[in-house]
């Protein structure tokens, strides 16, 4: 077995790396993705996330969703667990320490109050043996629900913080950016379906070039106006063991949750990885809504890409002890 397929059995993927990379970049030339830059950032990554959804909506099929209705049970289980259990598991542990206002615990907050992937989920899903059609569903209709409730939980968990933003503002602007896109790119489905699977690995490289940039241009202001320098090693080692813990936490509630309910193996796999998982891509898309000003979007990113990563090892290897078998190629666990 060569390296590379080792690599991406713990999910350590092309995609990882390049995010790895942005940040560096961003670290040593931090101007060159500042809003003095002339490469015109904010009108690409604009009308990028637009065109992300649009792609998405193009590549869902409604017959999948309608195949994966039947299940109530399970859905409503998943759903509560991404949109419900999830914050609320975070906003106890603020309370538990007494934790401050940071920056750094709104990005742990948002994380818990974002949706769940679409791509790697099912992937993951499936390679468990896990029921693919619910997982499709769920993670499609994760998508379109976090739209709303994202900014609902922010707006109650900055509140908190006699902080804030424009709720109805933040709604409109992800309306027009994220949902008429993806409502259009569904409705042409029947036209463009068999060309989006057709140019699946292109349309997916498209959508990790754009969080890339996203990426880049939020810490490269981050680290020009010196948000990290008060940081040490070790406070970057233990936020990368609070979202391990977290991780594992909720994967160990789900578990628990799924046998309680009377699920059966399939349906429990389903459970795990779409319950469990947190999409880079709209956390990145939508952040750029919520949080308008570069430099605290890097900070708020920063617990989501440490998530993102460990969900993708963890979760890689996860799925193949289910399963003991096929290796998670690139292009696959990019979100």
């Known amino acids: 077995m060569t390296l590379r397929n080792l690599l991406a059995r713990a999910g350590i993927n092309t995609f990882f790396f390049l995010l ?21 950032f904010h009108s690409l990554t604009y009308y990028g ?9 193009i590549k869902l099929s409604p017959g999948n969703i309608v195949e994966g209705l039947s299940n109530w ?44 992937t679409v791509s790697s989920s099912v992937v993951m899903v499936s390679i468990a043996g896990g029921n693919l059609p619910a997982a499709i569903f ?10 709303f409730i994202t ?27 994220v949902l008429l896109p993806l409502v259009l790119g569904i409705i042409l489905h029947r036209f463009l379906g068999a060309w989006a699977a057709k140019h ?8 990790q070039l754009i969080i890339l940039m996203i990426v880049f241009t939020a810490f490269s202001e981050s680290f020009a106006q010196e948000m990290f320098s008060d940081w040490k090693f070790l406070e970057f080692m233990l936020l990368a063991g609070a979202m391990l813990a977290l991780f594992a936490f909720m994967l160990a509630l789900m578990y628990r949750l799924s046998l309680v309910f009377g699920f059966s193996r399939a349906e429990r796999i389903t459970v795990l990885f779409c319950g469990s998982k947190k999409s880079l891509v709209q956390g990145a898309a939508m952040g750029k809504v919520l949080f308008p000003d570069p430099v605290v979007l890097g900070v708020i990113l920063l617990p989501l890409m440490v998530y993102h990563a460990l969900q993708l090892i963890l979760g890689s290897g996860l799925a193949q002890r289910l399963s003991g078998s096929t290796v998670i190629k690139d292009s696959q666990v990019g979100e």
């Open 138 to 147: 769920n993670a499609s209709i994760s998508s379109v629900i976090g739209i």
């Open 200 to 207: 699946k690995k292109s349309l997916n490289k498209f959508d």
């Open 20 to 40: 790895l990379a942005s940040i560096l970049l961003a670290y040593f030339f931090p101007e060159w993705g500042s809003n003095e830059s002339i490469i015109p």
């Open 49 to 57: 996330i637009a065109f992300i959804f649009f792609f998405y909506g």
């Open 73 to 116: 049970r399970l859905h409503l289980l998943i759903q509560a667990t991404t949109f419900l259990i999830f914050p609320l598991v975070v906003l106890l542990l603020v309370k538990v320490f007494s934790i401050e206002d940071s920056y750094l615990w709104v990005g742990i907050f948002y994380l818990a109050a974002l949706p769940s």
């Open 151 to 177: 900014p609902l939980w922010m707006q109650v968990f900055l509140s908190a913080l006699e902080t804030g933003f424009d709720l109805e503002d933040v709604i409109i602007k992800l309306i027009i950016q």
